[in-house]
């Protein structure tokens, strides 16, 4: 018996564990990889966050923004006001059809190049900023996970919640029966 727990004294005494110290020479200690992995995740969402943050805008920049909004639904309302226009009166939509079959060839292409731009910018610029909301998003993602967390621990139905672990007094009350009045009236009617 002396000799066996000499050994296990050796292996695991003193606060240490020889065996797992030996193993992570071979293998890393997993719990100590996915914490050094959240901790770099965590930088590096906090330094790409970083780098897509703007100053507030000025006066100019927010009436230039309204104005960049405007294309769109009026090309949107133009067409439908068209399809109105064409069932409405037929004869001046057909004098206005008439006026645009003069439009050169060559101004038709410029015309579908700056719609082109034009779109294609305001989908590069909503691009960037859906790319910053989702890396703020990221950013908060730990938080929200430990609050998860802690609210699931709050839970009244996960096990061992009513556990009066080692106060006796505690255990004791939690054997006592309450008060109940509807039950002492029921009880009273009945006998």
């Given at each position: 018996m002396g000799l066996i727990s000499g050994v296990l004294g050796f292996l695991f005494g003193g606060g240490r564990n020889v065996?797992?110290?030996?193993?992570?020479v071979f293998r890393e200690n997993a719990d100590?990889?996915?914490?050094?992995?959240?901790?770099?995740?965590t930088q590096a969402m906090t330094q790409f966050g970083a780098e897509f943050q703007r100053p507030p805008k000025g006066m100019f920049d927010r009436f230039m923004d309204?104005?960049?909004?405007?294309p769109r639904p009026a090309l949107a309302l133009g067409t439908l006001g068209l399809f109105a226009a064409a069932m409405i009166d037929p004869i001046w939509f057909s004098a206005r059809m008439q006026g645009i079959a003069l439009v050169p060839e060559p101004l038709w292409w410029l015309l579908g190049v700056i719609v082109s731009f034009y779109f294609g910018a305001r989908h590069q610029a909503k691009s960037q900023d859906l790319q910053r909301e989702i890396s703020a998003v990221m950013a908060r993602t730990p938080t929200v996970l430990a609050n998860l967390d802690a609210l699931g621990n709050m839970r009244s139905d996960r096990p061992g919640v009513a556990d009066t672990g080692s106060d006796a007094?505690?255990?004791q009350e939690s054997l006592l029966a309450d008060a109940n009045p509807a039950l002492e009236d029921w009880r009273r009617e009945r006998g």
């Amino acid at each position: 018996m002396g000799l066996i727990s000499g050994v296990l004294g050796f292996l695991f005494g003193g606060g240490r564990n020889v065996v797992r110290e030996t193993a992570e020479v071979f293998r890393e200690n997993a719990d100590a990889g996915a914490q050094r992995r959240m901790v770099a995740q965590t930088q590096a969402m906090t330094q790409f966050g970083a780098e897509f943050q703007r100053p507030p805008k000025g006066m100019f920049d927010r009436f230039m923004d309204g104005l960049n909004r405007l294309p769109r639904p009026a090309l949107a309302l133009g067409t439908l006001g068209l399809f109105a226009a064409a069932m409405i009166d037929p004869i001046w939509f057909s004098a206005r059809m008439q006026g645009i079959a003069l439009v050169p060839e060559p101004l038709w292409w410029l015309l579908g190049v700056i719609v082109s731009f034009y779109f294609g910018a305001r989908h590069q610029a909503k691009s960037q900023d859906l790319q910053r909301e989702i890396s703020a998003v990221m950013a908060r993602t730990p938080t929200v996970l430990a609050n998860l967390d802690a609210l699931g621990n709050m839970r009244s139905d996960r096990p061992g919640v009513a556990d009066t672990g080692s106060d006796a007094r505690l255990a004791q009350e939690s054997l006592l029966a309450d008060a109940n009045p509807a039950l002492e009236d029921w009880r009273r009617e009945r006998g």
